[in-house]
């Protein structure tokens, strides 16, 4: 579990073109997801954009109370993680849209933009983290738009793999 009062003391706001306001990551991370926007755009024309990246403990907080009123506590794990152990709260993760799909939903991964975004994020460092064939693994539902910033040595390897980052480690 990650501190309640842990906070990245590399936060930096990325220089891309954001879904929503407050967009933080740690610095390397953030200058991954700068070329990996870029590039999307340069090869394919796709514009991405940030929707969620750093969250504090207590903004984790209430987006999984909120969760568990509306579906319900079991269900509610499987979408949202606890406070402490969710990767935003790293600094490391970022929850990406496009302009037809800036919700967090399935959709996305059918999108252009999100296939893409599934097949060359690991050049950038990033792994897609959480597919539909690993929940069993990773204890939570498909989510196409959640990426987390690995390094690009191990994102290619796990892409390579194509194992859940919870099997990479072990």
């Not at 993760?93 to 939903?105: Q, Y």
Request: glycine content about 8%; some cysteine.
């Amino acid at each position: 579990m990650i501190a309640a009062d842990y906070v990245p003391d590399d936060l930096v706001t990325p220089n891309v073109r954001r879904g929503g306001s407050g967009i933080q990551m740690r610095k390397d991370a953030a200058a991954a997801l700068e070329e990996l926007f870029k590039a999307a755009k340069d090869e394919e024309n796709y514009t991405l954009l940030a929707i969620s990246g750093y969250r504090s403990y207590q903004t984790q907080a209430s987006i999984f109370n909120r969760k568990v009123k509306n579906v319900g506590r079991a269900k509610a794990m499987q979408l949202v993680a606890l406070p402490g152990a969710s990767e935003h709260q790293l600094g490391l993760a970022m929850d990406v849209g496009c302009k037809r799909s800036t919700g967090l939903t399935g959709s996305f991964g059918k999108t252009p933009e999100g296939k893409w975004l599934a097949e060359n994020c690991y050049r950038f460092g990033f792994i897609l983290r959480y597919k539909a064939e690993w929940t069993e693994t990773t204890g939570y539902a498909y989510e196409p738009w959640h990426i987390r910033y690995v390094g690009t040595e191990h994102a290619a390897r796990i892409k390579e793999l194509d194992i859940p980052f919870e099997d990479y480690i072990a």
